[in-house]
Every structure is written in structure tokens, then in C-alpha cells.
């Protein structure tokens, strides 16, 4: 096709843009490499801390236990005298908190039915990496989705319900968000108080450190390949000068 002079900057500048949507969709439906090795690295380098209470299948019992828990957690104000017809703020009191990890400790140990794990409260590991409760699937695949700090379940599995508590968690920024760890905190030591990463916990530097080497290697490669190639070049010119 015949183009006139005056056309030929339009169509440049048309085919301009249309590599540059190409290129913008091709970016958002394909992931760059390194995207896809952090994703891949991170759900390999996961770890959890958590506890569980074993129950029969009965929705009801595991419902009961669940709120039992988050009372002594949060106990509800009661009167302060049995029979009080009144109910202002003299009257009202509040038991004794228990802090959450304590409560769920103490329940697993009078109430779960996993003889392996009631007699230390329930914990289930420390900093256990995913995949470690394969026995249990539905549990292993529940430490890296239910929410840090909170008495979440029943979850449903071949040995019964299930309450968990995840007290530590890295490499989950998408569900955790700035934190990965829930302390003891508050005058009494009963609160629950959510921390950041330190940077310390066993897998959480991994990703930069293997990013470090990476792009070690690749710049060792790229330089070595400029070295080759300029020692060709150096000993085609001595065999021509010869």
C-alpha cells in the first residue's frame, strides 16, 4: 500500500502505541521471573506457630468451648452482688482476664482428645514449615489461612473438629499484613499485643539473601561473557596482523 510522506509520523506513532498496549498487557498477564520466585520461595519458606484442641464432631461443643475461651479472654462484666437489681458502673466487675494463649492452653489440656499434643496445651510445633501436619491436611492447610491471634474453627477433619489458635506466623504479609507475631503484654500480662518481624525468624531473609546471590552469579556470567568476547577480538587481530 501506498502511504503519503504526511501519513508515515501517524503511523509510526500509531504502531507506537500499539506495541506499547502489547507490552502493557503482556506485563500484567505475565508475571516477571522474579515475581513468580518470590511467590515460590515464600510458600516454601513459610513457618507457623500454632496450637489446636481435638473435639468430638459435635458443632455444638466445639461452638461452646470456643466461646468459652474467648470469655475468660474477654470475660462479659457480671454484678457484682448475685440478686443485684442494679446495674450501674459500681456494680459491675469484670473476672480476671486470662491472656488468649494461657486460655486456650489451659482448655486444651482438660479437653482435647490428641493425646500427643494436650499435655503441652495443645501446641501443635514451633516455626513448623507447611506441609509438616500431613497426617492432618486440613489442619496444615488452616495454619496458613485463619487469622493470627484470634480462636478460629471448628475445622472439620477425619479425627474430629478442630479449634486452632496460630500464635506466629512469617512469610504472610497478604494475610498478616505489618505483623507476623502475637506477646503477652499490658500491665497484668494478659493483653494481646501484635508485633512486627524482626527480621530474625528462622526463613525471613532467605528471599534476599538467594536475590543476592542471583544476581551475583548473573553479573559473573555477564562479565565473563564480555571477556570472552573480547579475547576473541584480541586473537582475531593478532592472526590477522600475522
Known sequence: AFHSSSSLPRL??????????????????????????????????????????????????????????????????????????????????????????????QAAR????????????GLLGTMLPQGACRRVPELDKACFEVPLGQICGPIETEYGFHLLLVEERTNCAKLDGAYSKIVRGGVDGVDTVFVRPNGKEEGSDLFGLAVEQLGLWVGIVFA????????????DGYLNSV
Open 12 to 105: 509510526r506513532s500509531f504502531n507506537s502505541m500499539k506495541r506499547a498496549r502489547q507490552n502493557s498487557f503482556l506485563s500484567m498477564a505475565l508475571p516477571s521471573p522474579l515475581d513468580k520466585l518470590e511467590r515460590d520461595f515464600l510458600a516454601l519458606t513459610r513457618r507457623v506457630t500454632a496450637y489446636h484442641i481435638l473435639l468430638p464432631k459435635s458443632t455444638e461443643a466445639a461452638l461452646a468451648l470456643k466461646q468459652k475461651i474467648r470469655n475468660r479472654v474477654n470475660p462479659p462484666k457480671s454484678p457484682r452482688h448475685i440478686g443485684s437489681e442494679t446495674d450501674d458502673d459500681d456494680n459491675i466487675q469484670a473476672a480476671q482476664a486470662t491472656y488468649i494463649i494461657d486460655a486456650f492452653s
Open 110 to 121: 482438660r479437653y482435647s482428645l490428641d493425646d500427643e499434643t494436650k499435655s503441652n496445651g
Open 224 to 235: 565473563g561473557g564480555i571477556v570472552a568476547e573480547i579475547s576473541v577480538r584480541v586473537a
